[in-house]
């Protein structure tokens, strides 16, 4: 039973990070990221079940919200369209190429979300420090990477990857020379299975193309890519050893995590996602009664302002002392009704509230619906197991090859794609 519960822990951590990502698909770029991240790092602290980690929750889950968030900033478009050609070097390179962009996602989002596990009083992270330390890197490897050797993934687009790149090394450094090994096992996992996911859904995608099969494969494409990344952080958490720390949150330590994971993000997807051009733009090919448009726009502010106040009162305001101790009870609450806006938004910024051109739209709603049911009596068991490089160096070793195979299967599977893309001629 006890191995069950541990597996039926990571599938639900990889269905909550992995419909999340892919209702994030249809917001995008940092802020999208940001909120499927907070959904994926609030799933893993529910399932772990550990009542000292509760209050610890605002704060990891706005460093797993970030972590993942930072790698919305890399474009990976014209990758994509490399793993539809009908050469190996193109299709491979393209699959190694996502492996490396979602490996990146997970790695910084694991990475911070188990350094705020391990920050205690005892053993505080300095995260002002830390987050110098992470823009210089970014910094000095765009610049080498990019402006001085010209190493281009992905031309004519942005290559900012390399910024997220030294991110992560840097985050490497400092993890290895603080020993904060838990964190770093959760890095490894998340990236692992980030990279994967991504090469693996594009693999999907193009055979799902190929198939003729009238479904949205770039929301499969998207979705592999939380729910492996999704599993592999908490097979990461669950896998390493953590110190309990039953230290109470303070309110001071809790105010600008919340209004940030509750509030600004959320108001930023909606700002740059619920504008009058766009919403019309959608709601014209469905609908002659625009007068939607308009209640959309209300609907979805009204909806994120109240939950906002809601969450502000429950989690700030309504505790009569400084010392704030949570429960499983209230981290769900925080959990589903995040995570239910999200949901909610997508299917209005689809129209999926009125019209079934987007089936995917409702199959989210299934995904939640599930997971709402199955998160409270799932408990993850703890298997701490050591760091070992070598076998972390085998199992990379294992993807890259399985990868060749699916590049393999590709080219032999169909003649050249449209939007199909050479990086190598």
């Given at each position: 039973?006890?191995?069950?519960?541990?597996?039926?822990s990571?599938?639900?951590?990889?269905?909550?990070?992995?419909?999340?990502?892919?209702?994030r698909?249809?917001?995008?770029?940092?802020?999208?990221?940001?909120?499927?991240?907070?959904?994926?790092?609030?799933?893993?602290?529910?399932?772990?079940?550990?009542?000292?980690?509760?209050?610890?929750?605002?704060?990891?889950?706005l460093?797993?919200?970030?972590?993942w968030?930072?790698?919305?900033?890399m474009?990976?478009g014209?990758?994509?369209?490399?793993?539809?050609?009908?050469?190996?070097?193109?299709?491979?390179?393209?699959?190694?190429?996502?492996?490396?962009?979602g490996?990146?996602?997970?790695?910084?989002?694991?990475?911070?979300?188990?350094?705020?596990?391990?920050?205690?009083?005892?053993?505080?992270?300095?995260w002002?420090?830390?987050?110098?330390?992470?823009?210089?890197?970014?910094?000095?490897?765009?610049?080498?990477?990019?402006?001085?050797?010209?190493?281009?993934?992905?031309?004519?687009?942005?290559?900012?990857?390399?910024?997220?790149?030294?991110?992560?090394?840097?985050?490497?450094?400092?993890?290895?020379?603080?020993?904060?090994?838990?964190?770093?096992?959760?890095?490894?996992?998340?990236?692992?299975?980030?990279?994967?996911?991504?090469?693996f859904?594009?693999?999907?995608?193009?055979?799902?193309?190929?198939?003729?099969?009238?479904?949205?494969?770039?929301?499969?494409?998207?979705?592999?890519?939380?729910?492996?990344?999704?599993?592999?952080?908490?097979?990461?958490?669950?896998?390493?050893?953590w110190?309990?720390?039953?230290?109470?949150?303070?309110?001071?330590?809790?105010?600008?995590?919340?209004?940030?994971?509750?509030?600004?993000?959320?108001?930023?997807?909606?700002e740059?996602?619920?504008?009058?051009?766009?919403?019309?733009?959608?709601?014209?090919?469905?609908?002659?009664?625009?007068?939607?448009?308009?209640?959309?726009?209300?609907?979805?502010?009204?909806?994120l302002?109240?939950?906002?106040?809601?969450?502000?009162?429950?989690?700030?305001?309504?505790?009569?002392?400084?010392?704030?101790?949570y429960?499983?009870?209230?981290?769900?609450?925080?959990?589903?009704?995040?995570?239910?806006?999200?949901?909610?938004?997508?299917?209005?910024?689809?129209?999926?509230?009125?019209?079934?051109?987007?089936?995917?739209?409702?199959?989210?709603?299934?995904?939640?619906?599930?997971?709402?049911?199955?998160?409270?009596?799932?408990?993850?068991?703890?298997?701490?197991?050591?760091?070992?490089?070598?076998?972390?160096?085998?199992?990379?070793?294992?993807?890259?090859?399985?990868?060749?195979?699916?590049?393999?299967?590709?080219?032999?599977?169909h003649?050249?794609?449209?939007?199909?893309?050479?990086?190598?001629?």
């Open positions: 039973m006890k191995n069950k519960s541990f597996w039926y990571l599938i639900l951590a990889g269905m909550s990070l992995g419909t999340a990502w892919a209702i698909g249809q917001f995008g770029h940092e802020y999208g990221a940001a909120w499927a991240g907070a959904v994926g790092s609030l799933s893993v602290l529910l399932l772990a079940k550990r009542p000292d980690w509760y209050n610890k929750a605002f704060r990891a889950t460093a797993g919200s970030l972590g968030g930072l790698g919305g900033i474009s990976y014209v990758v994509v369209g490399y793993g539809r050609g009908i050469e190996f070097v193109n299709v491979y390179y393209g699959l190694l190429m996502l492996f490396v962009i490996g990146l996602y997970g790695y910084v989002g694991g990475a911070l979300f188990g350094l705020s596990l391990t920050s205690t009083r005892q053993t505080k992270v300095p002002p420090q830390l987050i110098v330390e992470m823009t210089v890197g970014g910094i000095l490897f765009y610049f080498f990477l990019i402006e001085e050797f010209g190493w281009l993934m992905t031309p004519p687009r942005s290559e900012v990857w390399a910024v997220c790149l030294g991110v992560a090394l840097a985050l490497t450094w400092y993890l290895v020379r603080q020993q904060h090994y838990a964190a770093l096992r959760v890095a490894v996992f998340a990236g692992l299975g980030g990279g994967f996911g991504f090469a859904g594009n693999f999907l995608q193009v055979l799902g193309n190929v198939a003729e099969i009238k479904f949205n494969f770039w929301n499969v494409m998207e979705y592999s890519l939380g729910f492996f990344g999704g599993a592999g952080m908490a097979y990461g958490t669950y896998t390493a050893r110190e309990q720390s039953d230290e109470p949150e303070t309110k001071a330590g809790v105010l600008v995590p919340l209004l940030l994971l509750v509030l600004l993000i959320p108001f930023i997807v909606w740059q996602s619920f504008g009058t051009e766009r919403v019309t733009k959608i709601y014209s090919a469905i609908t002659d009664n625009l007068a939607l448009v308009s209640a959309v726009q209300g609907l979805s502010l009204l909806l302002l109240l939950l906002a106040a809601i969450w502000f009162n429950k989690y700030y305001l309504s505790p009569k002392t400084d010392a704030l101790r429960g499983e009870a209230d981290i769900r609450t925080l959990f589903l009704g995040h995570f239910g806006l999200y949901t909610a938004f997508s299917l209005l910024i689809t129209g999926a509230v009125i019209s079934t051109y987007r089936i995917e739209q409702y199959l989210y709603v299934v995904n939640f619906i599930v997971i709402a049911l199955l998160i409270g009596k799932v408990q993850a068991p703890f298997v701490p197991r050591e760091v070992p490089p070598r076998k972390w160096l085998l199992g990379f070793l294992a993807v890259v090859a399985f990868l060749a195979l699916l590049a393999f299967i590709l080219i032999h599977s003649a050249e794609l449209p939007h199909a893309n050479k990086r190598f001629e």
